[in-house]
């Protein structure tokens, strides 16, 4: 097997091509994000998030009467059980959210009664469930911490508008609740990125959907993926004011230290989405009063960019992290539960690949990752290390 | 990008070498399973599962005074808290036994005061936390759905004796414990297999130990991965006995469907684990007497070997999943804790590797696991989709 295909080492699998996919194509030189044959900013301009995730789900975009029934199951399946509301009750207040979120998928996958069909309609079924699960979820883990008893979702409202109404107990208006639509539907998929590879590998190996998208919880939380958009929050109220950007970039680049929001496993230009988020964060900074933070990404945006070309002779580009911080910041969300409302969207991504995994026609055949690696610890020698009796050891 | 390097594409990186590692070497075509330089017939012979776990962790066996150290941490960290017993009594009693394991590790994040510590110190701290718990987790959920109350971890014994205590309620005898024991060391690591490989791809995004783990047990719930275990054992039930084997194997091979436990994606050899446990699925089952289920194993597996032989020209061999099923019946332990039982072993391998990404000096720069794909699925023409607007779709 050694001759096949040796990577670089230890280089993350950058650059390799592993499987194809019917879902997203990112094409990183021209700054394009295609999901399902449409460009991002049409789809941001003129697609709700429940029309993505059907487009996703189902490889087309839903006609009326599709649309329909689809947000009206989504609708059905929005309560999460009491039993859930209990173990939830269980937790410290002080539990990282995303942790939370992540055994929540396991514990839901209890409840659902498709957990060992391993048919196709079943994989939907759950998919379904769970992206019309999360937000409940998330929003009643908010509510139990702050003492609050957790809302009922209201079946009256969309997606975006009642994942809003149950975290904050007030419906929210019609730009703001069209502004956390569009960062759903930014935010729903970006090919092989790292917890959608975490998801399909779990899918692999035939494991149900819980699992594969529990796994891809835990994969976003992490501060070089989904984490990033927390820490970008927690670097501007770290600086603090306007006039205070400048230093702190000079001091970052100084310390060999990134810049948050700033940098793209696959981009070479600026993110598209970037340029749909930066317009709305502006526009919500505005609306509570308080342009700050958003003054202070575009000064980031713009010192940071300038001064790595600079120092390093290449550009940084904005990656989507950068603006989706101020803004949800300006929309009254905790910062963490900023990484759990990347989750909320790209579930619908996560499930869709799930599905393409176990049953897409390019692999019939199922087949796990398993990757090889290299051996370079020790053999005591030629052969293998002599095993000491435990008395002999020093 | 695309140049780089392309292995061919949905075949799940067989082959495909991506990283080094020092903590095992598999060499599938000699059939040799090695940890940190030793092989696992001489740490099965001669060690313990508390000297392999910190082989793992350390990089080398434990002297006496380390050991005995290691012993008394592990033992004093295997106590669950009442929070999440709490958590575990809201589960209904039908719960996947490997759901409940993905959920009770994403709880206990919540729990450990090293959660958002990043250092070397922190990771092995976390890592040491989860091995002690394991057993304890998943003896209190086995007791819970049965209406018994959850014991406590004995501290005066050894982690494989503890472990069947806190199950069945009554300290096992020496023979039984070394057996027990015998089998978390074959299962605690296998380099980059599928659960392995999703802890570190999660614990390159820099998640957490909790986060990475969690994925880990995802994966290993997969019928592909741990999941094979139990479905020795079902298929071992469903054939019934002995005389019903051969013509069990033709059917299968008639439809072509594959027999658990025979196959594995990395060994052209019968798998080193599967000899040892081979005579202890014997002995266990003489100490029952009831010995049919390891004569089926035999039965099965000669049969199946010989029957694969001659259809297809080429050899298959067992695996480790193929006579650990028919020893830990014999043990006692109910099926659908085969691969729990997996993961209590394999969460010393998983939590090296989690370090290992974290802090390898071969990977020093944080690098996330983050594959290209290709994507085959629709452009509507030479460009992008043109988006209809909802009500012009048909």
Same mark, same amino acid.
């Given at each position: 097997?050694?001759?096949?295909?040796?990577?670089?080492?230890?280089?993350?699998?950058?650059?390799?091509?592993?499987?194809?996919?019917?879902?997203?194509?990112?094409?990183?030189?021209?700054?394009?994000?295609?999901?399902?044959?449409?460009?991002?900013?049409?789809?941001?301009?003129?697609?709700? /998030?429940?029309? *993505?995730?059907?487009? $996703?789900?189902? !490889?087309?975009?839903? &006609?009326? =009467?599709?649309?329909? #029934?689809?947000?009206?199951?989504?609708?059905?399946?929005?309560?999460?059980?009491?039993?859930?509301?209990?173990?939830?009750?269980?937790?410290?207040?002080?539990?990282?959210?995303?942790?939370?979120?992540?055994?929540?998928?396991?514990?839901?996958?209890?409840?659902?009664?498709?957990?060992?069909?391993?048919?196709?309609?079943?994989?939907?079924?759950?998919?379904?469930?769970?992206?019309?699960?999360?937000?409940?979820?998330?929003?009643?883990?908010?509510?139990?911490?702050?003492?609050?008893?957790?809302?009922?979702?209201?079946?009256?409202?969309?997606?975006?508008?009642?994942?809003?109404?149950?975290?904050?107990?007030?419906?929210?208006?019609?730009?703001?609740?069209? /502004?956390?639509? *569009?960062?759903?539907? $930014?935010?729903? !998929?970006?090919?092989? &990125?790292? =917890?959608?590879?975490? #998801?399909?590998?779990?899918?692999?190996?035939?494991?149900?959907?819980?699992?594969?998208?529990?796994?891809?919880?835990?994969?976003?939380?992490?501060?070089?993926?989904?984490?990033?958009?927390?820490?970008?929050?927690?670097?501007?109220?770290?600086?603090?004011?306007?006039?205070?950007?400048?230093?702190?970039?000079?001091?970052?680049?100084?310390?060999?230290?990134?810049?948050?929001?700033?940098?793209?496993?696959?981009?070479?230009?600026?993110?598209?989405?970037?340029?749909?988020?930066?317009?709305?964060?502006?526009?919500?900074?505005?609306?509570?009063?308080?342009?700050?933070?958003?003054?202070?990404?575009?000064?980031?945006?713009?010192?940071?960019?300038?001064?790595?070309?600079?120092?390093?002779?290449?550009?940084?580009?904005?990656?989507?992290?950068?603006?989706?911080?101020?803004?949800?910041?300006?929309?009254?969300?905790?910062?963490?539960?900023?990484?759990?409302?990347?989750?909320?969207?790209?579930?619908?991504?996560?499930?869709?690949?799930?599905?393409?995994?176990?049953?897409?026609?390019?692999?019939?055949?199922?087949?796990?990752?398993?990757?090889?690696?290299?051996?370079?610890?020790?053999?005591?020698?030629?052969?293998?290390?002599?095993?000491?009796?435990?008395?002999?050891?020093?």
């Amino acid at each position: 097997m050694e001759d096949e295909c040796k990577p670089m080492l230890n280089t993350g699998l950058r650059g390799v091509v592993i499987a194809d996919t019917r879902i997203s194509d990112v094409q990183g030189a021209a700054g394009k994000l295609i999901y399902r044959g449409y460009l991002i900013q049409d789809l941001a301009n003129n697609a709700t /998030f429940e029309e *993505v995730a059907f487009l $996703l789900l189902f !490889e087309k975009l839903p &006609n009326p =009467s599709e649309l329909k #029934a689809f947000k009206n199951q989504l609708a059905a399946e929005r309560d999460i059980p009491q039993e859930l509301i209990a173990a939830l009750k269980t937790r410290p207040k002080d539990a990282l959210v995303m942790d939370v979120l992540q055994a929540g998928v396991s514990l839901l996958a209890n409840h659902d009664p498709d957990i060992t069909d391993q048919s196709q309609e079943a994989a939907v079924r759950m998919a379904i469930r769970l992206i019309a699960q999360f937000p409940t979820l998330l929003a009643a883990w908010d509510r139990i911490r702050n003492d609050k008893k957790p809302l009922k979702p209201s079946p009256k409202l969309d997606h975006a508008a009642n994942f809003l109404y149950m975290l904050k107990g007030e419906e929210p208006d019609e730009e703001e609740s069209h /502004f956390m639509d *569009v960062c759903l539907v $930014l935010h729903a !998929e970006h090919s092989f &990125n790292a =917890s959608t590879f975490a #998801a399909r590998e779990v899918a692999s190996t035939r494991a149900h959907m819980y699992a594969s998208v529990g796994a891809a919880v835990g994969s976003l939380s992490g501060e070089l993926h989904g984490g990033a958009n927390m820490r970008v929050m927690e670097m501007l109220k770290k600086i603090g004011s306007v006039d205070k950007v400048e230093a702190y970039v000079n001091e970052q680049f100084d310390a060999g230290r990134v810049i948050f929001g700033l940098g793209h496993a696959v981009y070479d230009t600026d993110d598209p989405r970037a340029h749909i988020l930066s317009p709305m964060s502006k526009r919500m900074g505005e609306r509570i009063g308080e342009t700050k933070w958003y003054e202070m990404s575009q000064l980031l945006e713009n010192t940071g960019k300038d001064e790595f070309h600079k120092r390093k002779g290449k550009d940084i580009y904005v990656n989507v992290d950068f603006y989706s911080a101020s803004l949800y910041y300006a929309m009254g969300i905790p910062i963490d539960l900023f990484t759990p409302v990347f989750a909320i969207s790209r579930v619908s991504g996560w499930t869709a690949h799930v599905i393409e995994e176990y049953f897409a026609g390019a692999a019939p055949k199922p087949m796990l990752y398993r990757p090889e690696s290299e051996y370079v610890g020790d053999y005591c020698g030629p052969d293998v290390c002599e095993l000491e009796p435990l008395e002999d050891r020093g």
